[in-house]
């Protein structure tokens, strides 16, 4: 190959790898863009609302005024409902479908066909299913429970496969020293597997909390959306997703409000996550002493 | 298969010389079959294994070595569709019959893999975790025995500062040895080794090797080695396996000495010359 054949084949390897950089960064910059103008138009639009009032008082003037405690209660109750069932049923699934059912029979492979059918269906088809089964059938009626468990059903299937791709993730190798070691599958399941799995499973957690805190269609139809304080789990009440939407869709003069309520679900959704990383990092060093 | 008809001949001949003292042997094998689904790996191996001896096996890649390994201590039930015929005897009980205490069994038995295989916790988690497993709460007796397997497989030195940090931040071959620490600490008669030098580095496996001449006389081992000259220099037994039709069968057995300097079948002289 001659010399200016070369040069050449090398300038149309640079000029690829140019348009490769240019494209990756692009991408990059579009979505930290995309993010900040988010994050920064609520947080500008946001924090002026932002105040202790705010935060402890009732809503007044159908959200215009007033604060947000009922709303912040009514949440808590929620999303706490919906993990304490969906994680431990998630994580025992998960358990169930990596470690003690073949991976190409025929249960497990229907199972895991469900989990996708479940994680694909819109939020709305939960909402309508949580009306009639929680509200309806069980006579829950609107109630924080029948929010929180409708929630459980429509976040298990991401609590069930991340918690499968972190157990999928601890090697073989574990599964056979603690065998050798004579320990019962159970022991290495709790004191070895889980504990390894443990990044996989708070992935799951994460997902959960996300999709919980972000859902107002399915919770329309299952918790109601009074905006006073709740007695109760079996009383009625408005998630903070709601309480934006409703501000921002249907109260006039409630925007200032609806910004207010956005940036406490961010801040309430950053603060939950970083504790949710903390507690899985104390519990993967606690296997460390 | 004329020369695999004769290893028939050579085996029977040692077990005949072999079966009336069976007090001396640890293991008592006979006519194991193994397979994994319609494939047979193992095809009727007869063996007998030494008591506080080294007994190594050997034999091309595929030959069923591993999974003759693993057929000991019945780590092939991780495997669902694996199945086992024939007798595995350690002492008088069958490891494959069904009143068998598993557990007794595999602590009876430990087992050193390929590589190593720690867990993702610190040093004394990882020796720790199967003492407390079996019972051992007293925090004083799993300190001592900690501290004793440890200068057991002389690494007590190197990590005495560090025992709560991360396990896998010791090199390869200060990790293998903590691996046998951590099967030494359930006080076993038998250890498997599976190729336990093949990631380790030449000091690292000269090592292991000392430790293995230092532990046979207290301990039954039985190693898995592609290497002929490792196997020459800590063997007291050899059993060579072969890969016949794809089945992994056993050709000869016997002392050391007798399997390198006079091997009786000509698979065996070819494959243990192969090295020399």
Known sequence: ?289 | MELLDRRENVCEMHAESVFNDSSRFMFCIDKLCLCYGNNMIIENVSLNIPKNSVTSIIGPSGCGKTSFLCCLNRLTDLNESCCVTGEVKVGDENVYSSSVNLTEVRRKIGMLFQKPNLFPFSIWRNLELPLKHHGVRDKEVIRLKIQNVLQNVGLWEEVESRLHTPALSLSGGQQQRLCLARTLILEPEVILMDEPCSALDPMSTKKIEELIMELKGNYTIVIVTHNIAQAKRISDHVAFFWNHEGKGVLVEQGTADKIFNYPKHELTAAYVNSGA
Request: hydrophobic share 55%.
């Open chain 1, 1 to 289: 190959m001659s010399e200016q054949a070369v040069r050449l084949e090398r300038g149309s390897h640079y000029d690829l790898d140019n348009l490769a950089t240019f494209i990756a960064w692009s991408g990059f910059i579009v979505v930290v863009l995309i993010f900040v103008w988010i994050l920064g138009e609520i947080l500008v639009n946001g924090i002026s609302v932002i105040s202790w009032e705010f935060l402890t008082e009732s809503p007044g003037n159908a959200g215009r005024s007033g604060g947000i405690l009922p709303i912040l209660v009514s949440t808590g109750v929620i999303v706490f409902i919906c993990l304490a069932f969906a994680l431990p049923m998630g994580v025992a699934t998960a358990v169930y479908l990596n470690e003690y059912t073949l991976k190409d029979s025929r249960f497990a492979k229907f199972i895991n066909i469900s989990i996708d059918v479940l994680a694909a269906i819109p939020s709305i088809i939960y909402g309508l299913f949580g009306f009639v089964f929680f509200n309806n059938v069980l006579g829950f009626g609107f109630s924080l429970l029948s929010g929180g468990l409708t929630l459980a059903c429509m976040v298990l299937p991401f609590v069930i496969r991340a918690s499968i791709d972190g157990l999928k993730a601890v090697p073989d190798a574990y599964r056979e020293s603690s065998t050798a070691l004579a320990m019962s599958k159970s022991a290495s399941l709790f004191y070895v597997i889980i504990p390894s799995a443990m990044p996989g499973i708070i992935a799951g957690f994460l997902l959960g909390i996300g999709r919980a805190l972000a859902e107002t269609a399915a919770l329309l139809f299952t918790s109601g959306y009074v905006d006073r304080m709740p007695s109760g789990v079996m009383d009625s009440g408005r998630a903070l997703s709601i309480h934006v939407y409703d501000l921002a869709m249907n109260v006039s003069g409630g925007d200032a409000n609806a910004y207010g309520s956005a940036f406490v679900l961010i801040v309430v959704l950053l603060v939950v996550n970083s504790m949710a990383i903390y507690i899985g990092n104390k519990i993967q060093r606690r296997q460390l002493r």
